[in-house]
């Protein structure tokens, strides 16, 4: 699965929030349940979101920090 297929973004549902494709589950509240708590208690309470997305998204935004880190390096 892809970033893209994890994630959809429309401006019909949440004036176009970023949601878990199939829920109307903002991408935000995936990190804001890892800030407190874990992955697992995040899917107990979203049911409609599948774990292949949630962990998609997390290794994403991972891969921009990593990006970012490397910019910033550079430009030092």
Do not use: C, N
């Not at 890892?34 to 409609?48: I, K, Q, Y």
């Not at 292949?52 to 997390?58: D, L, P, R």
Request: avoid cysteine; charged fraction near 25%; glycine fraction near 6%.
């Amino acid at each position: 699965m892809t970033v893209k297929e994890a994630i959809h973004v429309d401006p019909e549902i949440l004036s176009g929030t970023p949601v878990f494709t199939g829920t109307r589950v903002p991408v935000k509240t995936l990190f804001d349940y890892l800030e407190e708590s874990s992955l697992d208690e995040f899917l107990a309470g979203f049911p409609s979101v599948r774990r292949e997305q949630a962990e998609v998204v997390i290794e994403w935004a991972g891969e921009l920090v990593q990006m970012i880190s490397r910019r910033y390096e550079s430009a030092a």
